[in-house]
C-alpha cells in the first residue's frame, strides 16, 4: 500500500443528485479558464474570489449497497482501499444503509464511515444498536452543509492516514520485539544445552547423546500429539519445550562422584542410592531456578523430566516409586528416549547393540519399564530413530540382531536395568 495520503472517498446513495453534490463539494477543481475569468470580471465589474480547496479528493460513486461493496472489495485486492465512505441510510430497493455499513466493515475494517441520514430516518440510538459503538462512525443529517462535508472528509481522512502509520509503526514495533525475543530465546537454549553438555562432559563417552536425546523426544512427542490417548495433552509448545528442557534430564550428575559416575563394574547397593540422587539434586536446581525465570514452564518440566525420568510404568522405578500416569508425561518420553539411546550407544559398562535389538527390547517392555502408548509412538517412528541414530551415532562395537534374544523377557530386563 503507498505511504501517500489516502484521499479516496467512495459515496454510496441512490440519489444521483446527491453524487453531483459530493463532486461540487469533494471533487478535484476544474482547469482555470482565463477567458470566462475575463468575462465574468467584465460582468461584475472586479475578478472573482479565487476558489481554493483543502484537499482534493478521488470520488467513486455507487448508487446501491452492492454496486458499493464491489468496489470497496476490489479496492481492497488491488491495495488501493478508500479512507472514507458516505452512505446514505435509505436506498431502496437493496438493503440500507446501516446494514451496508456493517458489510462494508466486514470487508475494510479500517474504512471511516459517514452515514447520511434525514431526521425521520432511523435515530442516532437505533444505528449504534445495530453497529459496534466505534470512532469509524459519525452520522451527518440532511440537508447537509457544504462546509461541514468538506471539513468531515478532511478530517477523516487525515484520521485514516494516522491510524495507518500507528498500525505500520505498531507492525514495526512487534516485529522488533518479536526478533529480540527469538534472539532472546536462542541465547537462554544455547546457555542451557551447553549447561548440559558440561554436566555430560565428564563421560567421554556419551558423544552426541544430548543432541539425540532432544530429538528422540521431539520425534516422540509430536507422534503422540498426532495419534493416541495424550493428543488432547500435547500441543506444539509441549513439543518446543521438551526439544529444550530434554537435555537437562541428567544435569543432576554434576553431584555425583567420578568414582560411581565412570565406574565399569556393577554398581553395589550403597553407590547405587547414591547415584539415584542426580534425580533429585538435578531436580531441585531447576525447580528453584524456575521460582526465578520468566522461563518458569519450560524449567518446570525441565524439573519434572529431571526428578522422574528413571520412574517405570509398572512403578518399580526410581526415585519415588511412581506408577502409570502418575509420572509426567514429559519423564515418561524421556525414559524412553534416554533407555533407547543407552541400549545402541558405548558405554563403559556395556557394548552397542543394534537399533533393531534395542527396539525389540522395548517393545518387550511396554507395560513395564515404558507407557504403551509411548511404546506405540517409538514403533510408528522407529525408522526415524534408526536414520538419527545413523546420522548422531557414536563408533563402538554393536553385538549383532541374532546374538540377542535367547534367555527372552527376563533378559531383556536385565539389560535394561544395567543401562538406566
Same mark, same amino acid.
Given at each position: 500500500? !503507498?505511504?501517500? *495520503?489516502?484521499?479516496?472517498?467512495?459515496?454510496?446513495?441512490?440519489?444521483?443528485?446527491?453524487? $453531483?453534490?459530493?463532486?461540487?463539494?469533494?471533487?478535484?477543481?476544474?482547469? *482555470?479558464? &482565463?477567458?470566462? /475569468?475575463?468575462?465574468?470580471?467584465?460582468?461584475?465589474?472586479?475578478?472573482?474570489?479565487?476558489?481554493?480547496?483543502?484537499? %482534493?479528493?478521488?470520488?467513486?460513486?455507487?448508487?446501491?449497497?452492492?454496486e458499493g461493496l464491489a468496489l470497496v472489495q476490489r479496492s481492497i485486492d488491488g491495495d488501493r482501499p478508500f479512507a472514507l465512505a458516505f452512505v446514505d441510510v435509505r436506498m431502496p430497493p437493496g438493503c440500507d444503509g446501516v446494514e451496508t455499513v456493517r458489510r462494508l466493515w466486514g470487508i475494510d475494517p479500517h474504512l471511516q464511515v459517514v452515514i447520511c441520514t434525514a431526521h425521520s430516518d432511523y435515530s442516532l440510538e437505533q444505528i449504534l444498536e445495530r453497529l459496534e459503538r466505534t470512532d469509524r462512525l459519525l452520522i451527518l443529517k440532511k *440537508?447537509? @452543509?457544504?462546509?461541514?462535508? !468538506?471539513?468531515?472528509?478532511?478530517a477523516l481522512t487525515r484520521k485514516w492516514d494516522l491510524a495507518r502509520q500507528a498500525r505500520l509503526h505498531c507492525d514495526r514495533l512487534e516485529r522488533t520485539v518479536a526478533e529480540r525475543a527469538r534472539d532472546l530465546v536462542d541465547t537462554r537454549d544455547v546457555a542451557v544445552f551447553a549447561l548440559a553438555q558440561l554436566a555430560e562432559s565428564r563421560d567421554?563417552?556419551?558423544g552426541q547423546h544430548l543432541e539425540r536425546i532432544r530429538a528422540y523426544c521431539?520425534?516422540?512427542? %509430536?507422534?503422540?500429539?498426532?495419534?493416541?490417548?495424550? =493428543?488432547?495433552?500435547?500441543?506444539?509448545?509441549?513439543? %518446543? /519445550?521438551?526439544?529444550? !528442557?530434554?537435555?537437562?534430564? $541428567?544435569?543432576?550428575?554434576?553431584?555425583?562422584?567420578?568414582?560411581?559416575l565412570l565406574k565399569p563394574d556393577r554398581l553395589s547397593e550403597r553407590e547405587f542410592a547414591i547415584l539415584k540422587r542426580h534425580t533429585v539434586i538435578g531436580a531441585g536446581a531447576l525447580e528453584r531456578a524456575a521460582m526465578h525465570s520468566g522461563c518458569g514452564g519450560f524449567l518446570r518440566m525441565a524439573a519434572d523430566i529431571a526428578r522422574y525420568h528413571h520412574e517405570r510404568f509398572d512403578g518399580t522405578g526410581y526415585p519415588t516409586g511412581l506408577k502409570g500416569q502418575?509420572?509426567?508425561?514429559?519423564?515418561?518420553?524421556?525414559?524412553?528416549?534416554?533407555?533407547? @539411546?543407552?541400549? =545402541?550407544s558405548?558405554?563403559?559398562? &556395556? !557394548?552397542?547393540? $543394534?537399533?533393531?535389538?534395542?527396539?525389540?527390547?522395548?517393545?518387550?517392555?511396554?507395560?513395564?519399564?515404558?507407557? *504403551?502408548?509411548?511404546?506405540?509412538?517409538?514403533?510408528?517412528?522407529?525408522?526415524?530413530?534408526? @536414520?538419527?541414530?545413523?546420522?548422531? +551415532?557414536? +563408533? +563402538?562395537?554393536?553385538?549383532?540382531?541374532?546374538?540377542?534374544?535367547?534367555? +527372552?523377557?527376563?533378559?531383556? %530386563? @536385565?539389560?535394561?536395568?544395567?543401562? =538406566?
Open positions: 500500500m !503507498s505511504a501517500e *495520503p489516502n484521499r479516496r472517498i467512495l459515496v454510496i446513495d441512490d440519489n444521483q443528485s446527491i453524487h $453531483d453534490d459530493f463532486r461540487k463539494i469533494l471533487g478535484r477543481p476544474a482547469a *482555470p479558464n &482565463k477567458m470566462l /475569468d475575463k468575462a465574468a470580471a467584465a460582468l461584475f465589474g472586479r475578478p472573482l474570489a479565487e476558489s481554493h480547496a483543502y484537499c %482534493e479528493f478521488e470520488l467513486a460513486h455507487a448508487c446501491q449497497a452492492e *440537508p447537509f @452543509d457544504n462546509v461541514e462535508v !468538506s471539513q468531515l472528509a478532511i567421554p563417552e556419551t521431539r520425534i516422540l512427542a %509430536e507422534q503422540l500429539r498426532k495419534e493416541g490417548p495424550y =493428543t488432547s495433552l500435547i500441543d506444539e509448545q509441549f513439543v %518446543e /519445550d521438551i526439544y529444550r !528442557s530434554s537435555p537437562l534430564h $541428567d544435569i543432576g550428575k554434576v553431584g555425583i562422584p567420578d568414582a560411581i502418575e509420572i509426567p508425561l514429559a519423564a515418561r518420553i524421556v525414559a524412553l528416549a534416554d533407555v533407547y @539411546d543407552a541400549l =545402541t558405548v558405554r563403559v559398562y &556395556k !557394548s552397542a547393540y $543394534d537399533p533393531e535389538v534395542a527396539q525389540l527390547m522395548i517393545e518387550q517392555q511396554s507395560g513395564k519399564h515404558f507407557d *504403551p502408548a509411548v511404546v506405540d509412538a517409538f514403533r510408528a517412528r522407529a525408522r526415524e530413530f534408526m @536414520d538419527l541414530h545413523g546420522m548422531l +551415532g557414536r +563408533g +563402538g562395537r554393536r553385538d549383532e540382531a541374532g546374538e540377542f534374544g535367547a534367555n +527372552g523377557s527376563a533378559e531383556i %530386563e @536385565d539389560i535394561v536395568a544395567a543401562v =538406566t
